[in-house]
Nanobody, 123 residues
Framework: QVQLVESGGGLVQAGGSLRLSCAAS????????MGWFRQAPGKEREFVAA????????YYADSVKDRLTISRDNAKNTLYLQMNGLKPEDTALYYC????????????????WGQGTQVTVSS
């Protein structure tokens, strides 16, 4: 089992940057592909980015490509999401999640979830 705890969210002006972190418990972090999802008020949870277990492959939603970068440090059991050029439409609760499926972009494919960290972008 994997326990996930997100951090790094906050309030930022449009055009600003944030770096989200997701700390994973256990010694099996490197056995999982990892993903970031987000959910805005009144909207469904949506895929943001995913990364393979060794970090060699990354996947992004078109809406965040070239602005957000997913990465991981398996030695530290930590997943990251570097967010640059933030827009008000990026405002949401951001979740990290773990899956044993490669290239997973749907929430139902993920087994473990964190509680989320709030990102608010003001215009």
């Amino acid at each position: 089992q994997v326990q996930l705890v997100e951090s790094g969210g906050g309030l930022v002006q449009a055009g600003g940057s944030l770096r989200l972190s997701c700390a994973a418990s256990g010694r099996t972090f490197s056995s999982y592909d990892m993903g970031w999802f987000r959910q805005a008020p009144g909207k469904e949870r949506e895929f943001v980015a995913a990364i393979s277990r060794n970090g060699g492959k990354t996947y992004y939603a078109d809406s965040v490509k070239d602005r957000l970068t997913i990465s991981r440090d398996n030695a530290k059991n930590t997943l990251y999401l570097q967010m640059n050029g933030l827009k008000p439409e990026d405002t949401a609760l951001y979740y990290c999640a773990a899956t044993r499926m490669a290239g997973a972009e749907w929430s139902w494919q993920y087994e473990y979830w964190g509680q989320g960290t709030q990102v608010t972008v003001s215009s």
